[in-house]
């Protein structure tokens, strides 16, 4: 089961990079897995438990970190990977820019969705968080809400979290009412309570949504007047120092708890200043998580400065030298390096040609970290724009 919903959510959605690096996005949800088995990296690695096992189960360690934070991880064990190529005869694969955006795009989502939920604790959860005072489950509790075993079947939790939302305004009267407490959800919570719903509604009809869409989400999050008080990008607004500025590595239902747990805070604030509450349909709300979700996968501006040094000091400059007068190409002229994906995926396909060079040479690989890889690619750009 979870390695079909792996392929099915494996999402190749990579939020926009701000300022000076921006990625376009692509919408596809299959193709970042595509490419990982086609390119054989399924080969030596797996996912969910279904591959090879040369190399580590991809799924089994969360990554939430960012694009080049992630190029340094995959750089720093190319010797490894070529090893491995050489004793399996294996071709080095080489990917295009659009196969390595959608391949880094899949590695980062692998853990999105997070884990199954336990269908004992979401009943439990019910009534510990206070469902029951207003919903019922087969007759047996609140009738101010409809019956959980009568609406649509939850498929997704992110179903259940859009549907409690568009209903948090008079969720909340009725808390008021009651003077009861405002219900805190872990990500977890929802996934538990979403498994049980599933169990027992008997409604003929199930929705589900996508694993959502981040250049769609973007949008929204205009649309949805969400940017009035939060920055996904761009300009500081005025209540929020930014989701940029939030720890976002969490998975999509901790996103979406986080949401539900602001709502009673938010819908004060949103009635003081007369802005109607946002209502979400279709797969809008799993659309605007994936946009915030993919906020993480941003990086940080380097420092050009240092990227020159380094330029030298990583020995880059002995064969990249200006003028093609070196055994590489000039890439301190090169206006190709527009991007954080396109000098990852240089760096990918020429990787075996420069081993062989260190190799003759007497020379240890170079390994880099997720800073000097972020200052490289800042030199490298701004020199290539002079």
């Known amino acids: 089961m979870r390695i079909h919903a792996m392929a099915a959510m494996s999402a190749t959605l990579l939020a926009g990079l701000v300022q000076a690096q921006e990625f376009e996005l692509p919408t596809d949800p299959l193709n970042g897995r595509i490419t990982f088995e086609e390119k054989k990296c399924i080969t030596c690695h797996a996912v969910g438990g279904f591959g ?52 880094l795009g899949f590695l ?14 979401g009943k439990s959860l019910l009534n510990s968080k206070g469902c029951i005072s207003c919903h019922s489950v087969g007759g047996q509790g609140g009738t101010v809400g409809p019956d959980f075993r009568n609406i649509q079947r939850y498929s997704a939790p992110l179903y259940l979290v859009q549907a409690m939302w568009n209903h948090g305004p008079s969720m909340l009267d009725q808390i008021n009412k009651g003077k009861t407490k405002y219900p805190v959800l872990t990500g977890q919570d929802i996934v538990d309570i979403a498994s049980y719903l599933r169990q027992v509604s008997t409604a003929n009809v199930e929705v589900r949504l996508s ?8 949008e929204l999050f205009g649309q949805k007047h969400c940017s009035n008080c939060h920055v996904g990008e761009g300009k500081r607004k005025r209540i929020e120092a930014g989701l940029i500025k939030i720890d976002l590595k969490k998975g999509v239902t901790e996103v979406a708890s986080a949401m539900w747990n602001h709502g009673q805070a938010m819908l004060e604030y949103m009635k003081r200043e007369s802005i109607d509450w946002p209502q979400f349909s279709g797969n809008e709300m799993a ?11 941003e990086d940080k501006e380097g420092n050009s400065q240092r990227g020159g040094e380094l330029f030298s000091e990583k020995g880059c400059s002995s064969c990249h030298k200006p003028g093609g007068q070196g055994k590489g190409p000039d890439l301190q002229s090169a206006k190709g390096i527009s991007s954080p994906i396109k000098m ?38 701004k020199a290539g724009k002079n």
Do not use: C
């Not at 420069?354 to 030199?379: H, I, S, V």
């Open 52 to 103: 090879g096992t040369a190399g580590p189960d991809l799924s089994h360690d969360q990554y939430f970190g960012s694009a080049l934070e992630l190029a340094s991880i995959i750089w720093n064990h190319t010797p490894e990977m070529n090893r491995k190529f050489r004793q399996l005869r294996m071709d080095r694969p080489t990917l295009t820019e659009a196969e390595m955006l959608d391949l």
């Open 108 to 121: 980062y989502y692998l853990r999105y969705l997070g884990e199954p939920g336990s269908v004992a604790n």
């Open 211 to 218: 694993v959502g869409n981040p250049k769609r989400g973007r």
């Open 287 to 297: 659309d605007i998580i994936a946009y915030i979700y993919f906020l993480g996968f």
């Open 344 to 381: 990852i995926q240089l760096m990918w396909n020429h990787a075996a040609q420069m081993e062989d060079m260190l190799l003759t040479q007497n020379k240890r690989w170079p390994q880099l970290t997720t800073w000097e890889m972020r200052d490289l690619y800042t030199y490298l750009r």
